[in-house]
């Protein structure tokens, strides 16, 4: 799977990606954990569709009613259409240095406590309202302007974003923009580990956003927990599914996906494997 280098891939030029830049995204077809490498961070303002992104310990999903941003580096999209056959979002791509620049202006460049916890959340979900909806209005109009103006606009248009979040969602969100300008990540192997070990990630798809080679990581594992990762992911995988056939929380048609099989039947055979059993018939009867 080839990785998407936003917005380099959106741009004329590039090898020369703005600091401040917007583009309207489209698609017509369902695109299903792409691997993005973002540069800048990003407003993903949702119109219509369905987006799920996966980071290294955690998954945030939104719908057209809200908004999210994302920080700089890698992930895995899923986008999704809906009843209007298309999908369509509004990007507004930034820079770490405008984050900066706009807390020294408005005088939040104090790191406080909280941004030990939001350093580690490479997003901030936003719940959409009649100002945002306003705010992606203006924008689109900015969109159409053709001359020097252009850049100053988008600097002013993002202060007002932030400014606003800020009133909505108080030191939250500036916790959060403090993260952003934080160069040391906490997000440790174990941790990323552990945090997907119940999701339908591939290794592939984990190391990646470990920002990892497949081998490099394979070697990392083996280091921190002395066995094969496929084996310990798929053993890992089934226990949990067992346990939740057990519970009668759901059936074997609802689970296979979400262990990472492409089919019921490859998961039936595994888990049978495993346990002795068929996931089908709940026992060793069977």
């Known amino acids: 799977m080839s990785i998407q280098n936003i917005p380099a891939t959106f741009l004329d030029n590039p090898n020369s990606v703005p600091d401040l830049f ?71 791509f930034f820079s770490n240095k405008n ?54 606009l988008l600097g002013v248009k993002l202060e007002e974003i ?26 440790s192997f174990r941790k990323i580990v552990e945090a997907n070990v119940n999701s ?5 798809e984990i190391a990646f956003l470990a920002n990892m080679s497949l081998s490099t990581f394979k070697r990392h594992f083996a280091k921190e927990y002395k066995v094969n990762p496929g084996k310990w992911l798929q053993q890992k995988r089934l226990n949990q599914a067992k346990k939740l056939l057990e519970n009668g929380d759901k059936k074997p048609s609802e689970l296979f996906s979400d262990c990472g099989y492409s089919s019921l039947s490859n998961f039936s055979i595994a888990f049978k494997n495993q346990f002795g059993y068929s996931p089908k018939s709940g026992s060793l009867t069977e």
């Open 99 to 152: 984050v900066l620049d706009f807390l020294k202006k408005y005088q939040y460049q104090d790191v406080n406590k909280k941004q030990q916890l939001s350093e580690q959340i490479p997003f901030f979900l936003i719940e959409n309202d009649d100002f945002i909806d306003s705010f992606v209005a203006s924008i689109s109009s900015v969109l159409k302007l053709k001359n020097g103006a252009t850049i100053q």
């Open 162 to 187: 932030m400014l606003y979040l800020i009133h909505k969602y108080g030191s939250d969100f500036v916790s959060y923009l403090q993260g952003l300008v934080c160069q040391e990540n906490n997000s």
């Open 22 to 92: 917007i583009y309207d995204y489209k698609m017509n077809a369902d695109v299903v954990k792409d691997k993005v490498d973002l540069s800048l961070n990003m407003f993903s303002f949702l119109q219509t569709g369905q987006k799920k992104v996966y980071f290294a310990d955690t998954v945030v999903e939104v719908n057209k009613q809200q908004s999210v941003l994302i920080k700089s580096g890698n992930c895995l999209m899923t986008e999704l259409l809906d009843n209007e056959q298309i999908y369509f979002c509004k990007l507004f």
């Open 200 to 204: 339908n990630l591939s290794l592939l």
